[in-house]
């Protein structure tokens, strides 16, 4: 559920949606770590000015996750 709305967040603000994956990596048993990967010249658009995009996107995780009682984490990989 939280790895789809990820993907459905940054499909939803690149140029190139075909280049976005999400990777989910347990960390532990209440720990989640999401990598997103998008194409060289989606970075900017997934990040923000400021990094506002890439805080949001961070603060809908954190919310789908406390509803599951996980911890999460987003990366963003080039």
């Known amino acids: 559920m ?3 709305l990820v993907d459905f967040l940054a499909k939803s603000l690149v140029d190139h949606p075909e280049k976005v994956s999400v990777k989910e990596v347990p960390r532990d048993k209440d ?3 999401f ?3 998008v ?5 900017g658009k997934v990040i923000g000015k400021k990094g ?8 809908l995780l954190a919310a789908a996750g406390s509803k599951d009682g996980k911890r999460t984490e987003l990366e ?3």
């Open 76 to 78: 963003i990989i080039e």
């Open 31 to 33: 720990s989640v770590v």
């Open 35 to 37: 990598e997103l990967r």
């Open 39 to 43: 194409a060289q010249d989606d970075i």
């Open 2 to 4: 939280m790895r789809d």
């Open 52 to 59: 506002r995009t890439a805080q949001a996107i961070r603060t």
